[in-house]
């Protein structure tokens, strides 16, 4: 008798931000307050042909500036911890910290290309505003890249064995994965504002 054992598994952590304390429309005026009024953010994005806004390149200590982003630092903290807990990384005492935090506004058309982040342990997206039509988080097999003469997988091929997953979020959602998963925004098709804020944590 054939047996088969799922192995080297990916892993994805979906957690939460409700809206009952008020963080998470504090952290979206935020988030539209930060596209308007950080030039250097706008700047870099215009030189650069990024679409919308992204803090990334301009401010790289939110959770210090502003009491809205250390108070959701702290939640992502307990997020990440009980991840890092679930895939029995051994830490050696030390913990994840939060390493960089950044804020996305995309509009109608854009898109952020397929890409990992490197120097990470865990990476992750809080969803802020997500329109009807907004696109999903698509992930791709980390393994992809070394599957050579490897066929493509059927249409209908079960959620864990395809090549890329594309995983629907609603405000509040958190998700969280392996720094190593590479993965991408595909175009917005709303034509309202899709708002994320993104982060990565090392081994402190």
């Not at 998470?24 to 935020?30: G, H, N, S, T």
């Not at 997020?79 to 005492?93: E, M, S």
């Not at 999903?136 to 064995?161: F, Q, T, Y």
Request: hydrophobic share 40%; with cysteine.
């Amino acid at each position: 008798m054939a047996t088969i054992e799922n192995l080297f598994v990916t892993r994805l952590y979906r957690g939460e931000i409700g809206p009952e304390d008020g963080l998470l429309a504090e952290v979206e005026q935020a988030c539209r307050s930060l596209a308007v009024d950080d030039a250097a953010g706008i700047r870099w994005c215009r030189k650069n042909g990024y679409p919308g806004y992204t803090s990334y390149a301009s401010l790289n200590d939110l959770p210090w500036r502003f009491p809205t982003f250390k108070a959701l630092a702290r939640q992502l903290d307990r997020h990440v911890a009980a991840f890092a807990k679930d895939l029995a990384l051994d830490l050696g005492g030390r913990k994840l910290v939060l390493d960089s935090l950044w804020v996305n506004v995309l509009p109608e058309g854009g898109a952020h290309a397929s890409h990992i982040h490197p120097h990470s342990v865990v990476s992750g997206t809080l969803y802020v505003a997500m329109p009807k039509g907004a696109a999903a988080l698509k992930l791709e097999d980390p393994r992809s890249g070394r599957m050579m003469a490897h066929p493509p997988r059927k249409a209908a091929a079960p959620r864990e064995l395809k090549t890329f997953v594309s995983v629907e979020t609603q405000p509040g959602d958190v998700l969280l994965w392996e720094s190593f998963v590479r993965h991408e925004v595909p175009v917005n098709r709303s034509a309202e504002e899709r708002i994320s804020v993104s982060f990565n944590y090392r081994w402190g």
